[in-house]
């Protein structure tokens, strides 16, 4: 009699043999390891933390074995880049392979968040929108509207976002509504046509469905249903699921927010209530303003606040009530039977009701909560302290998770990553409610493993640790950095992805590099704060002698192989900037608890983007080169061993002389290759 297990194990094998021929690829051993390991986890419903290099083919891996147990799951990435990937070139190349194989249909779908699709309510409304005024101002932005209604009207429009022409953002929003400001689809006159729920729809027949992390989150903190019912949870890019999971649910005050809530509610409600709720706003906009003001002229810096300023609590604390009033107005009057007019109000009491919710959390913050105001904004914030239980409550405890990530390990453990998502328990208390808890499926019932890279990383690359350069200071590279990096890149013939951890740092380097490299001629491509990553690199990829200068957008998910990229240099070890008001809070925390906030929180996130930083080196099976860190304390300190083990294995050196010679002559080899 066989093995049920085995059984499924052989037709995983198969149909991942099936996938790989289809997309015309080789059997990696670490692409088999895992795919069977997920194929227990969907079995056995127990979680897996999967640590799978670059060059695995880790979504194949995860995709084939979810296909051939049948289970419903749901792709959360934290890159629009890999959302694409899946959608765009993994799952319709494997498609037809694994409908022969599995002897079945197939069918996968892209969810997202309503602001990502377009409100055919709000674009055909009668009367004109707060969001909508704006519009009236520039013919260009009309232009844009123009543009964007007649896209929305063609056959087969989707509605997406990412599929519609390029208009001002500007635009976007002023036809588009959150998904506390939905009227929803029973009481829209468009809800038969709504994009958001036509996608909703096709997502909830299909197998495969592929979301965003930030989406997730939400529906976990929350607790509500926003995506499709799953039987199982896939997280890509897991070491980035738990800095989304916080950003999703920061709450954000400013005079921006609540004066836009108030014209809603005085354009579309017109009574005392609104009337008050807009003299309340204000109020609370000269007050920000002021405080901005007084913490600029005394040189305060911005950061982490205990409480609120006691000069902003009483008008917070207006706006409290008087949007509390204009959303029972709206919860008092029943008589609206106006399709526009209940959407209208829909969008009002969507818009207050987050006002008042974030006023009422801003005035008691919790010792669990962390408060901060950014006066380049004028915006106050407030994120949770850790996220990590309500991880394990609404997410661990549903339904099996596959997390993974090319980097999941600090220093070869993954007690950090298990910890920060909830796979371990972190205090006495979650460990004492253990018991107490009906689990669907056991939080700590999770395997761990690291699957390896195909990649021959000591052979095809080089690791230059410089020991004899200074110590980083707060100002950004010392001078002694930014000769050494000229002098390896002239060494490289350009080629080089030069990583910094500050805009002053990519600045000081632009301007030296420009000097000293004039001669050769060198394109250097300097990023700028808003600039497209995605040109950026395409740029980079298409010049093979060009340089990329880039701050931390550029350290992850950048993939150029061949000789465009033989070298990637590094200013500094990437610490959280001390003035981060969510990570010195929990490095506060872990030290007040007789940790250590340095080791359990800031070196653990240093080493993982570290790694990922490492990780643009190799990228494929014939790429070679080298990675500079140019911060001697990796070799100087003791925690420099932590973040070498976290590192693909590259054959070390501090000797200059070595890597310069052997850039010039990868550069020797590829110039002459292009001829």
Same mark, same amino acid.
């Given at each position: 009699?066989?093995?049920?297990?085995?059984?499924?194990?052989?037709?995983? %094998?198969?149909?991942?043999?099936?996938? !790989?021929?289809?997309?015309?690829?080789?059997?990696?051993?670490?692409?088999?390891?895992?795919?069977?390991?997920?194929?227990?986890?969907?079995? *056995?419903?127990?979680?897996?933390?999967?640590?799978?290099?670059?060059?695995?083919?880790?979504?194949?891996?995860?995709?084939?074995?979810?296909?051939?147990?049948?289970?419903?799951?749901?792709?959360?990435?934290?890159?629009?880049?890999?959302?694409?990937?899946?959608?765009?070139?993994?799952?319709?190349?494997?498609?037809?392979?694994?409908?022969?194989?599995?002897?079945?249909?197939?069918?996968?779908?892209?969810?997202?968040?309503?602001?990502?699709?377009?409100?055919?309510?709000?674009?055909?409304?009668?009367?004109?929108?707060?969001?909508?005024?704006?519009?009236?101002?520039?013919?260009?932005?009309?232009?844009?509207?123009?543009?964007?209604?007649?896209?929305?009207?063609?056959?087969?429009?989707?509605?997406?976002?990412?599929?519609?022409?390029? !208009?001002?953002?500007?635009?976007?929003?002023?036809?588009?509504?959150?998904?506390?400001?939905?009227?929803?689809?029973?009481?829209?006159?468009?809800?038969?046509?709504?994009?958001?729920?036509?996608?909703?729809?096709?997502?909830?027949?299909?197998?495969?469905?592929?979301?965003?992390?930030?989406?997730?989150?939400?529906?976990?903190?929350? @607790?509500?249903?926003?995506?499709?019912? %799953?039987?199982?949870?896939?997280? *890509?890019?897991?070491?980035?699921?738990?800095?989304?999971?916080?950003?999703?649910?920061?709450?954000?005050?400013?005079?921006?927010?609540?004066?836009?809530?108030?014209?809603?509610?005085?354009?579309?409600?017109?009574?005392?209530?609104?009337?008050?709720?807009?003299?309340?706003?204000?109020?609370?906009?000269?007050?920000?303003?002021?405080?901005?003001?007084?913490?600029?002229?005394?040189?305060?810096?911005?950061?982490?606040?205990? #409480?609120?300023?006691?000069?902003?609590?009483? &008008?917070?604390?207006?706006?409290?009530?008087?949007?509390?009033? !204009?959303?029972?107005?709206? @919860?008092?009057?029943?008589?609206?039977?106006?399709?526009?007019?209940?959407?209208?109000?829909?969008?009002?009491?969507?818009?207050?009701?987050?006002?008042?919710?974030?006023?009422?959390?801003?005035?008691?913050?919790?010792?669990?909560?962390?408060?901060?105001?950014?006066?380049?904004?004028?915006?106050?914030?407030?994120?949770?302290?850790?996220?990590?239980?309500?991880?394990?409550?609404?997410?661990?405890?549903?339904?099996?998770?596959?997390?993974?990530?090319?980097?999941?390990? !600090?220093?070869?453990?993954?007690?950090?990553?298990?910890?920060?998502?909830?796979?371990?328990?972190?205090?006495?208390?979650?460990?004492?409610?253990?018991?107490?808890?009906?689990?669907?499926?056991?939080?700590? @019932?999770?395997?761990?493993?690291?699957?390896?890279?195909?990649?021959?990383?000591? @052979?095809?690359?080089?690791?230059?640790?410089?020991?004899?350069?200074?110590?980083?200071?707060?100002?950004?590279?010392?001078?002694?950095?930014?000769?050494?990096?000229?002098?390896?890149?002239?060494?490289?013939?350009?080629r080089t992805l030069a990583l910094f951890s500050s805009w002053r740092g990519v600045e000081m380097a632009d301007a030296h590099l420009r000097s000293v490299l004039a001669e050769l001629k060198l394109p250097i491509i300097t990023q700028r704060k808003g600039d497209s990553v995605g040109s950026l690199v395409e740029r980079f990829a298409k010049e093979p002698t060009s340089i990329l200068l880039g701050?931390?957008?550029?350290?992850?998910?950048?993939?150029?192989?061949?000789?465009?990229?033989?070298?990637?240099?590094?200013?500094?070890?990437?610490?959280?900037?001390?003035?981060? &008001?969510?990570?010195?809070?929990?490095?506060?925390?872990?030290?007040?608890?007789?940790?250590?906030?340095?080791?359990?929180?800031?070196?653990?996130?240093?080493?993982?983007?570290?790694?990922?930083?490492?990780?643009?080196?190799?990228?494929?099976?014939?790429?070679?080169?080298?990675?500079?860190?140019?911060?001697?304390?990796?070799?100087?300190?003791?925690?420099?061993?932590?973040?070498?083990?976290?590192?693909?294995?590259?054959?070390?050196?501090? *000797?200059?002389? #070595?890597?310069?010679?052997?850039?010039?002559?990868?550069?020797?080899?590829?110039?002459?290759?292009?001829?």
């Amino acid at each position: 009699m066989s093995n049920p297990t085995d059984d499924i194990q052989a037709r995983v %094998r198969s149909a991942l043999d099936a996938a !790989v021929e289809a997309i015309g690829g080789q059997p990696r051993a670490g692409q088999i390891e895992m795919a069977e390991a997920v194929a227990n986890a969907l079995t *056995d419903r127990h979680h897996l933390l999967v640590q799978a290099g670059t060059g695995t083919g880790k979504s194949l891996a995860y995709l084939v074995p979810a296909l051939v147990h049948g289970k419903k799951v749901l792709v959360a990435t934290a890159t629009l880049a890999l959302q694409r990937q899946l959608v765009e070139r993994d799952l319709p190349r494997i498609k037809a392979a694994l409908e022969t194989e599995l002897k079945r249909t197939i069918s996968f779908a892209v969810y997202k968040g309503k602001g990502n699709y377009l409100c055919l309510q709000k674009m055909n409304a009668s009367g004109s929108d707060p969001d909508g005024e704006i519009l009236l101002e520039t013919s260009a932005l009309e232009k844009d509207s123009k543009k964007l209604r007649e896209w929305a009207q063609k056959s087969g429009s989707s509605g997406d976002r990412d599929d519609a022409p390029e !208009v001002d953002r500007r635009v976007w929003y002023a036809n588009s509504v959150s998904g506390r400001e939905c009227v929803g689809a029973d009481d829209c006159p468009f809800g038969t046509q709504c994009f958001s729920v036509i996608a909703k729809e096709k997502a909830a027949k299909a197998d495969v469905v592929v979301t965003n992390h930030t989406l997730l989150a939400i529906e976990i903190v929350d @607790n509500h249903p926003i995506l499709p019912e %799953r039987d199982a949870v896939i997280l *890509d890019e897991a070491h980035e699921f738990m800095d989304r999971t916080t950003q999703a649910v920061t709450e954000e005050l400013s005079a921006s927010r609540i004066e836009r809530a108030a014209k809603m509610a005085k354009k579309h409600l017109p009574s005392k209530e609104s009337d008050a709720f807009n003299k309340a706003a204000d109020e609370l906009a000269e007050a920000i303003g002021d405080y901005a003001e007084d913490l600029k002229r005394s040189g305060g810096l911005a950061g982490r606040l205990e #409480i609120l300023p006691a000069e902003l609590e009483a &008008p917070i604390r207006k706006v409290r009530e008087t949007s509390q009033a !204009v959303v029972a107005l709206i @919860n008092a009057d029943s008589d609206v039977v106006d399709s526009d007019s209940v959407a209208e109000r829909a969008r009002v009491k969507g818009a207050t009701n987050e006002v008042t919710q974030t006023a009422v959390k801003m005035l008691k913050p919790g010792h669990t909560q962390v408060l901060w105001f950014d006066p380049t904004f004028s915006t106050f914030y407030l994120a949770p302290l850790a996220v990590s239980s309500v991880l394990r409550k609404n997410l661990l405890s549903g339904t099996p998770v596959i997390a993974t990530s090319a980097t999941l390990s !600090v220093g070869k453990s993954f007690d950090s990553i298990a910890k920060s998502i909830g796979f371990l328990s972190t205090t006495a208390a979650e460990e004492s409610d253990e018991e107490s808890q009906p689990w669907g499926v056991d939080p700590s @019932n999770v395997q761990m493993l690291d699957v390896g890279s195909p990649f021959d990383f000591a @052979n095809q690359g080089m690791l230059y640790l410089p020991k004899h350069l200074p110590e980083p200071g707060r100002d950004g590279p010392a001078k002694e950095a930014l000769v050494e990096l000229g002098e390896l890149i002239e060494a490289a013939g350009g080629r080089t992805l030069a990583l910094f951890s500050s805009w002053r740092g990519v600045e000081m380097a632009d301007a030296h590099l420009r000097s000293v490299l004039a001669e050769l001629k060198l394109p250097i491509i300097t990023q700028r704060k808003g600039d497209s990553v995605g040109s950026l690199v395409e740029r980079f990829a298409k010049e093979p002698t060009s340089i990329l200068l880039g701050t931390i957008s550029l350290w992850q998910g950048i993939d150029v192989p061949g000789p465009a990229c033989t070298l990637v240099a590094i200013d500094r070890i990437p610490f959280p900037r001390p003035d981060d &008001p969510v990570m010195s809070a929990r490095a506060a925390e872990a030290d007040a608890t007789g940790g250590s906030g340095f080791m359990q929180v800031s070196l653990p996130r240093a080493a993982l983007l570290l790694a990922q930083g490492t990780g643009r080196l190799i990228r494929s099976m014939d790429d070679r080169g080298v990675v500079a860190i140019l911060d001697s304390r990796i070799v100087t300190k003791r925690y420099g061993s932590v973040l070498l083990n976290s590192m693909p294995p590259f054959w070390r050196t501090s *000797d200059g002389k #070595i890597i310069k010679e052997s850039l010039q002559r990868l550069d020797k080899e590829f110039s002459q290759s292009l001829k």
